[in-house]
């Protein structure tokens, strides 16, 4: 019965589990990164549970606060930090599936991965001639309004 009384540990577990199967197992884009969100709010959890001090208070100093206990505020702060982290990583990755949706019109792993197989045999393993795929080659002569 001991091991229930950590529950918090167990839930994170939990959902470090449902995210890291997420991240692997998954073929969708989104999904995917629903499960690393998953992922980092089980960390985050997991943080700020061994944060907690029993009878500590907010390291706030008094006159007569000789013998008290203080909870530390370093891994809140770490955390605050890791959240905007988190959801700027997440925003970013959003913004790459939008665009390869524009570009491939799936977010399928599997699909995307089919259509580069087929670009690259089609033409001699060489990218698909886009916006989306920018190479830095020298300027030809055709290319100059000479």
Do not use: C, H
């Not at 959890?45 to 706030?60: C, F, N, Q, R």
């Not at 013998?67 to 970013?92: E, K, R």
Request: aromatic share 10%.
């Amino acid at each position: 019965m001991e091991y229930l009384g950590l529950y918090n540990y167990w839930i994170a577990v939990v959902l470090l589990m449902t995210g890291f199967y997420a991240v692997i197992a998954k073929r969708n884009m989104i999904k995917k990164l629903i499960g690393l969100s998953l992922f980092q709010a089980a960390v985050f959890l997991l943080y700020i549970t061994m944060d907690k001090v029993e009878g500590g208070t907010a390291p706030i100093f008094t006159a007569d606060g000789a013998g008290q206990i203080f909870s530390n505020p370093l891994p809140q702060v770490l955390i605050l930090t890791a959240i905007v982290v988190g959801i700027s990583t997440t925003a970013l990755g959003l913004a790459i599936v939008v665009r390869t949706k524009e570009e491939y019109g799936s977010i399928e792993e599997d699909e995307i991965q089919q259509m580069d197989g087929q670009e690259t045999d089609s033409n001699e393993g060489s990218p698909k001639n886009s916006d989306f795929f920018v190479s830095a080659r020298k300027p030809r002569a055709e290319d100059r309004n000479v």
